[in-house]
């Protein structure tokens, strides 16, 4: 998953890209190639049994969003897409103050999805860590499932990598970023270090 694009304009673009989101606050950045993206299956399974508690909750989680088949399709229409990562404390994940580390991921992802719009990729897409509805709507219904309504959020809200199969935990294993698994009886004195992660797709 090395940084090997031949558009030597994309090349630039990805660079300014990378170096802006250090700025808004990511550890470390990677370029990748979007054919080494691992969708499955399985992953979407894990969102509906034991259902999550966002599953079919919001316009932004399964079932409501594309399919791994056709997000496999989707995602290699786009050559290069930025994978970035923000260090967080195992403790703050199990605490209250997860919602404002998930939140900076949204931001990450839509600031620069919105630069990467300017710099003329008009199909640039962001993905996010974590379900949007329990980080910015999580004590309300959503409002696009309630009689196709508005979202609330659309310049932040959008989907997990998850949401569309994304092997969240293989990605960042192949790009060389320690990752540990955390669950929800994990005690964070037991887990070394944590991360949540965010993708650019840039076309």
């Given at each position: 998953?090395?940084?090997?694009?031949?558009?030597?304009?994309?090349?630039?673009?990805?660079?300014?890209?990378?170096?802006?989101?250090?700025?808004?606050?990511?550890?470390?950045?990677?370029?990748?190639?979007?054919?080494?993206?691992?969708?499955?299956?399985?992953?979407?399974?894990?969102?509906?049994?034991?259902p999550c508690e966002?599953?079919?909750?919001?316009?932004?989680?399964?079932?409501?969003?594309?399919?791994?088949?056709?997000?496999?399709?989707?995602?290699?229409?786009?050559?290069?897409?930025?994978?970035?990562?923000?260090?967080?404390?195992?403790?703050?994940?199990?605490?209250?103050?997860?919602?404002?580390?998930?939140?900076?991921?949204?931001?990450?992802?839509?600031?620069?999805?919105?630069?990467?719009?300017?710099?003329?990729?008009?199909?640039?897409?962001?993905?996010?860590?974590?379900?949007?509805?329990?980080?910015?709507?999580?004590?309300?219904?959503?409002?696009?499932?309630?009689?196709?309504?508005?979202?609330?959020?659309?310049?932040?809200?959008?989907?997990?990598?998850?949401?569309?199969?994304?092997?969240?935990?293989?990605?960042?294993?192949?790009?060389?970023?320690?990752?540990?698994?955390?669950?929800?009886?994990?005690?964070?004195?037991d887990v070394s270090?944590?991360?949540?992660?965010?993708?650019?797709?840039?076309?």
């Open positions: 998953m090395g940084e090997n694009i031949q558009d030597s304009g994309l090349s630039a673009s990805l660079m300014r890209l990378r170096k802006t989101a250090v700025e808004l606050g990511a550890d470390d950045v990677r370029i990748i190639s979007t054919d080494g993206i691992p969708i499955e299956d399985r992953i979407v399974e894990m969102c509906r049994k034991p966002c599953y079919s909750m919001s316009a932004n989680c399964p079932p409501h969003v594309m399919k791994p088949s056709k997000a496999r399709k989707w995602m290699l229409s786009y050559e290069a897409a930025l994978l970035f990562k923000m260090d967080v404390s195992p403790r703050i994940l199990f605490s209250e103050e997860s919602l404002d580390a998930f939140r900076k991921t949204y931001v990450v992802c839509t600031g620069l999805e919105s630069l990467s719009r300017e710099m003329g990729y008009a199909r640039s897409k962001g993905l996010g860590a974590g379900p949007c509805k329990s980080v910015f709507c999580r004590d309300i219904p959503c409002a696009v499932l309630v009689d196709g309504g508005k979202c609330r959020y659309p310049s932040l809200a959008r989907p997990s990598m998850e949401a569309l199969g994304i092997n969240v935990f293989r990605l960042v294993k192949d790009v060389g970023w320690k990752i540990y698994p955390i669950l929800r009886n994990s005690n964070p004195e270090s944590a991360m949540l992660a965010g993708l650019l797709l840039v076309g």
